[in-house]
Nanobody, 125 residues
Framework: QVQLVESGGGLVQAGGSLRLSCAAS????????MGWFRQAAGKEREFVAA????????AYADSAKGRFTISRDNAKNTVYLQMNSLKPEDTAIYYC??????????????????WGQGTQVTVSS
C-alpha cells in the first residue's frame, strides 16, 4: 500500500512563493513517475506538473510553466513543487500522485494510481 502525504500549503500573498512537499511510503518510490495536480473550488482537478523516476524528464501545465518547478529526492522518498510568482488563480487544493512504474511523464490523472489527501494553497490578491 502506498501512502502519500503532502505538506507546505498555506496562505500567501500574490507574487509570493510556496514549496510543497510530498512524502511517499510503500512501493519503491524511485521507480515511479510522480505528479502534482490541483483542484479549485467548483472546478475539475487539473494537471500541474510531473517528473520521471530519474528526474530526467518533466512536464508542466501551461499555467505552471516558468513559475513552478517540480523536483524529487529519491533518497528521501519525496517530491517537491516549488511555486513562485503565485497568483490568486493558483488557489486550490494541491495533490501529489504516483504514476506508472518506470513510465512516461503524462498529464492524464487516469495514469496515476495513488493519491495524497491534498494540501490547501490560498493566494490572496
Amino acid at each position: 500500500q502506498v501512502q502519500l502525504v503532502e505538506s507546505g500549503g498555506g496562505l500567501v500573498q500574490a507574487g509570493g512563493s510556496l514549496r510543497l512537499s510530498c512524502a511517499a511510503s510503500g512501493r519503491t518510490f524511485s521507480m515511479y513517475v510522480m505528479g502534482w495536480f490541483r483542484q479549485a473550488a467548483g472546478k475539475e482537478r487539473e494537471f500541474v506538473a510531473a517528473i520521471s523516476w530519474s528526474s530526467s524528464s518533466t512536464a508542466y501545465a501551461d499555467s505552471a510553466k516558468g513559475r513552478f518547478t517540480i523536483s524529487r529526492d529519491n533518497a528521501k522518498n519525496t517530491v517537491y513543487l516549488q511555486m513562485n510568482s503565485l497568483k490568486p488563480e493558483d488557489t486550490a487544493i494541491y495533490y501529489c500522485a504516483q504514476g506508472n512504474f518506470f513510465g512516461a511523464v503524462v498529464s492524464a490523472d487516469s495514469e496515476y494510481k495513488y493519491w495524497g489527501q491534498g494540501t490547501q494553497v490560498t493566494v490572496s490578491s
